[in-house]
């Protein structure tokens, strides 16, 4: 965790992508990050070459916005979820819907494909978090877990965990294999987790202005990353390529930097001109994605 000092951060803006009409309230980079995806207000999920900083693909079906959409390692298939409490399961090639899952009972906050692409495990208002088979036919979640007492904003996977961060102020990870559960109280609205590179720590983004670091083994806060403004909108927080540093969008529309070790602000610029909705690190390179309620996608290097 020494080489703070080595990274280099991705700050120059190299394009812009533009498309979306209303707020873009995710953008991912695909597994090799070759192509990265975004959805919004405007029901749309799009494909583009963020490096060209050309559009190459407009999904539509979602009845209400899309909140939040990932792609399969291979590439082939992509999840998305949204106002409509519904999960779209789509392939990436044709543009077509293979199928629909349905039984959340309210908004659908967060999707993830697990590590074969065989299931998906998404996050919702209605306080659960669901799994659902990408092989069989069946339209119903293979698992429900409903043990939070509010709003399920974010989800994260590991080979035998499902991982998710609610409203309620936990962070509870579920051991698939074993069926048990560990919960971490934060005691703050949890709105968004994400795992460090190296598997060990779990960052968590609450409504409190603050981003924790927790050790997965103790559940203890390891450190505290402070600067930024998040109080209402659900924003993307991650750790960069070699887990150096942290990363993390603002409602002023800043994106903050800060020093994995001792916390501080390495840097923060204004990358938008409304609320930085999420951030997304490229796979190897030192290259991030960002996404603003003002309705661009902005490409960022070194």
């Known amino acids: 965790m020494s080489n703070a000092g080595v990274e280099t951060l991705p700050k120059k803006e190299v394009n812009i992508l533009k498309g979306h009409e209303g707020a873009v309230l995710a953008a991912r ?14 029901r749309t999920i799009r494909l583009w070459n963020p490096h060209r900083g050309i559009p190459i693909k407009t999904y539509k079906s979602h009845g209400r916005e ?17 106002g409509d409490r519904q999960i779209f399961y789509w392939d990436v090639a044709s543009g077509r819907v293979i199928r629909k899952f349905r039984g959340h009972d309210s908004e659908v906050n967060a999707v993830k494909f697990n590590e074969y692409a065989s299931a998906v495990v998404s996050a919702g208002y209605d306080r659960s978090v669901r799994a659902w088979d990408c092989r069989s036919q069946s339209t ?9 007492s509010d709003s399920v904003m974010s989800v994260c996977l590991t080979k035998t ?3 998710a961060g609610s409203v309620d102020g936990t962070v509870r990870t579920f051991d698939i294999r074993m069926g ?3 919960s971490d109280n934060l005691w703050q609205p949890v709105n968004c987790i994400s795992l ?18 927790l050790d997965r083994s ?10 930024h403004i998040c109080k209402a909108f659900k924003m993307d927080c991650c750790l960069t390529n070699t887990d150096a540093h942290v990363t993390g969008g603002s409602e002023d529309g800043l994106i903050y930097f800060w ?16 609320v930085v909705t999420s951030v997304s690190y490229h796979p190897k390179d030192s290259c991030m994605i960002t996404s603003s309620v003002d309705g661009t996608i902005k490409v960022w290097k070194t």
């Open 196 to 213: 460090s590179n190296d598997g060990n720590c779990i960052l968590a983004s609450c409504l409190d202005s603050g981003i924790r670091l």
């Open 140 to 148: 119903e979640p293979i698992q429900i877990i409903s043990t939070f």
């Open 161 to 163: 965990e499902i991982i």
């Open 29 to 42: 980079f695909n597994s090799n990050g070759e192509y990265c995806l975004s959805c919004g207000k405007d």
């Open 218 to 227: 103790s559940g203890e806060v390891l450190q505290e990353y402070r600067g």
């Open 66 to 82: 899309v909140r939040d959409v990932h792609v399969s390692p291979d590439n082939s298939k992509i999840i998305s979820c949204g």
């Open 180 to 182: 048990r559960e560990i």
């Open 259 to 274: 020093d994995l070790v001792d916390a501080s602000v390495v840097s923060s610029f204004r990358a938008h001109s409304s």
